[in-house]
């Protein structure tokens, strides 16, 4: 039933980060949140000196640790580790929502 939902929008960035993704999400996650509950997850290494969960414009945006591998093999080994620890983030999150959108 609309209005009853909990969306959550995932793009590679969102606010304070400018562009076209970040506008569109923005946008999107205004107009859904007149009728439902909505959270923005993202990339926290768009924005490393926010906090990893907050309140903008009445929306809650959630910023988890993605880890890419590095180039050079020593710091690549701990890649699995930081991987499997952004993976059960984004899975404890979503068990708090019913729907999720990648934008």
Do not use: H
């Not at 929008?9 to 076209?20: D, E, F, H, R």
């Not at 009445?58 to 180039?71: Q, Y």
């Amino acid at each position: 039933m609309l209005g009853d939902m909990r969306i959550a929008l995932i793009p590679s960035a969102y606010w304070p980060s400018i562009g076209g993704v970040e506008e569109l999400t923005k946008q999107f996650a205004a107009e859904l949140s007149t009728n439902d509950q909505v959270e923005v997850w993202t990339s926290k290494s768009s924005a490393p000196d926010r906090p990893t969960m907050e309140d903008y414009q009445g929306i809650r945006i959630r910023r988890f640790d993605f880890w890419l591998p590095p180039s050079r093999i020593g710091p690549a080994l701990g890649f699995p580790t930081r991987a499997l620890s952004a993976i059960r983030g984004l899975k404890a999150a979503a068990q708090s929502s019913s729907r999720i959108c990648f934008t």
